[in-house]
T-cell receptor, first 117, second 113 residues
Framework: DTAVSQTPKYLVTQMGNDKSIKCEQN?????MYWYKQDSKKFLKIMFS???????INETVPNRFSPKSPDKAHLNLHINSLELGDSAVYFC????????????????FGAGSRLTVL | QQQVKQSPQSLIVQKGGISIINCAYE??????FPWYQQFPGKGPALLIA?????SEKKEGRFTISFNKSAKQFSLHIMDSQPGDSATYFC????????????FGEGTQLTVNP
């Protein structure tokens, strides 16, 4: 029944490793996002996909690569993990209807806490 | 460049009191101003939102006050309850931008019983 689900919830790994976080939404939304929340709880957008097409790509190292196999899924793959990548990563989705007030509501997942040792 | 500045960083209020969190923005193109509430271990969830064509919006105990000329908006929580203890984020976006929400730094609210 979870609207936006992320796996894994916790991820502990060594520097230099490659890891992925998966996200799935069952809301029928067509836009999905990845946000990064740092240790000070600051939330920053990383990527956004609309119907599998990349529409927002903030200044993120190219070690981060999002993939959207369909509009219900948006995965995040991170290569050569660094200590500074430790954070909580949130997936979110938005309903269609750009410009409509209600369409700007983002539904967030519960987050995936990544710890790089 | 931090386009949305939020204060205070933390706030402690007694049960029944009023909690006030303030935000200021720089980009005059912003036309959508939501507040999100985040409990520990959870993702942020929309609490209340406003457009700049109104100066106030109220939903239950939560009110947004908006001052377009000052480029400021605030969240007021009336009759604060311990269950309101959470981190609150203001945000802003341009509706045609694909909801690229720019968040404030967050306010950790603690409501003491």
């Amino acid at each position: 029944d979870t609207a936006v689900s992320q796996t894994p919830k916790y991820l502990v790994t060594q520097m230099g490793n490659d890891k992925s976080i998966k996200c799935e939404q069952n809301l029928g939304h067509d836009t999905m996002y990845w946000y990064k929340q740092d240790s000070k709880k600051f939330l920053k957008i990383m990527f956004s996909y609309n119907n599998k097409e990349l529409i927002i790509n903030e200044t993120v190292p190219n070690r981060f690569s999002p993939k959207s196999p369909d509009k219900a899924h948006l995965n995040l793959h991170i290569n050569s993990l660094e200590l500074g990548d430790s954070a909580v990563y949130f997936c979110a989705s938005r309903p269609p209807g750009q410009g409509a007030f209600g369409a700007n509501v983002l539904t967030f997942g519960a987050g995936s806490r990544l710890t790089v040792l | 460049q931090q386009q949305v500045k939020q204060s205070p960083q933390s706030l402690i209020v007694q049960k029944g009191g009023i909690s006030i969190i303030n935000c200021a923005y720089e980009n005059t193109a912003f036309d959508y101003f939501p507040w999100y509430q985040q409990f520990p271990g959870k993702g942020p969830a929309l609490l209340i939102a406003i457009r700049p064509d109104v100066s106030e919006k109220k939903e239950g105990r939560f009110t947004i006050s908006f001052n377009k000329s000052a480029k400021q908006f605030s969240l007021h929580i009336m009759d604060s309850q311990p269950g309101d203890s959470a981190t609150y984020f203001c945000a802003a976006s341009i509706e045609t931008s694909g909801s690229r929400l720019t968040f404030g730094e967050g306010t950790q609210l603690t409501v003491n019983p």
